[in-house]
């Protein structure tokens, strides 16, 4: 009878250890919620059906006004508000602004088929992401995507707390008034806004957020303050500033605040102004925005009183 031969790595418990297959352990996500808002039941009857597929990522809620997406958000925690900005009562506006003082940690992405400039500077103050109706489920998705891709770590709820109470980026009020000077005069040319929109931290990422919007920008592709200011035109820029404290009034910094932020501006232009002269002409829109918006994180928990010890100013910037 022949003899059987005994593996090697039976003998050898450091060969065996060598040759197990060890599976990791995987800590299960749990399910994104996202709540759906809209007063038209054909619309949320269409997002249920296009996203069904979704169902294992996320769970869905739906809601058909604002006062019961209100108490749905009161119910349970939610972590995306997808809402219409057109409804009776109490508007989408007027929903977002609510959920970013209750719930700021929600992310918030507005729907809207109307193109009038009030509409606009509503949606461009209610809502992190802007979606333009008929909805395509495919945007919506990939948006909801973004949104969701959390940073971890123990600080991450905070993080996204900070994060998402966020309009705008704190901007000096010399930078405000200097540029509603240029619009208000006979200096209000594109060039001239666009030299004053290269050194303008917070209103550079503000206007870049609306411009890469298909609400805003109408198939146009904007990445630099050039393209901005070309994309959104000067009675948008207007109107925006005319919103005031809304979006641009800066809180009450001290004096050493003030001074910390006005080094964090002044390393963002002077960065910008050197990758133009170092990026290729095709990258240049690009590295010129980033260079100009590195330390946004910065900004924000300078002027956030209540940012908690520990938090890393580039964490909150990618949040953003």
């Not at 979006?247 to 002044?266: M, N, Y």
């Not at 910008?272 to 260079?291: C, M």
């Not at 924000?300 to 949040?319: A, F, K, M, N």
Request: one cysteine or more.
């Amino acid at each position: 009878m022949p003899q059987r031969l005994v593996p090697a790595w039976l003998l050898w418990p450091a060969l065996a250890e060598r040759n197990r297959t060890v599976t990791p352990a995987v800590e299960a996500r749990p399910r994104a919620r996202v709540l759906f808002v809209d007063d038209e039941p054909r619309v949320l009857d269409g997002l249920r059906r296009s996203l069904r597929g979704r169902r294992g990522e996320w769970e869905m809620s739906f809601a058909n006004s604002g006062a019961e997406a209100l108490d749905l958000l009161a119910d349970s925690p939610h972590d995306v508000v997808v809402s219409d900005m057109r409804m009776p009562g109490m508007d989408g506006a007027e929903l977002l602004t609510q959920v970013s003082r209750r719930y700021p940690a929600v992310a918030r992405v507005v729907l809207s088929g109307q193109t009038e400039l009030d509409a606009a500077i509503k949606v461009a103050i209610a809502g992190h992401r802007f979606l333009t109706k008929p909805v395509d489920a495919d945007k919506v998705a990939g948006i909801i995507g973004e949104l969701t891709t959390y940073a971890q770590g123990p600080h991450a709820g905070t993080i996204r707390r900070i994060a998402g109470a966020v309009r705008s980026l704190p901007t000096p009020a010399p930078h405000v008034a200097e540029l509603t000077a240029l619009l208000g005069g006979s200096d209000g040319t594109l060039a001239n806004l666009i030299h004053a929109m290269s050194h303008n931290v917070g209103m550079t990422a503000k206007f870049l957020q609306m411009a890469t919007s298909p609400f805003f920008c109408l198939g146009a592709t904007a990445a630099s303050t050039d393209s901005v200011v070309n994309v959104l035109g000067a009675p948008t820029i207007r109107a925006l500033l005319d919103t005031g404290e809304v979006l641009w009034s800066p809180p009450a910094w001290g004096p050493d605040v003030e001074e910390q932020l006005g080094q964090v501006i002044r390393h963002a232009v002077a960065s910008a102004y050197l990758v133009d002269s170092l990026a290729s002409p095709g990258n240049r829109p690009y590295a010129q925005a980033a260079a100009l918006l590195q330390d946004v994180g910065v900004f924000v928990c300078l002027s956030d009183p209540q940012t908690p010890p520990g938090i890393r100013h580039r964490d909150v910037g990618v949040e953003l």
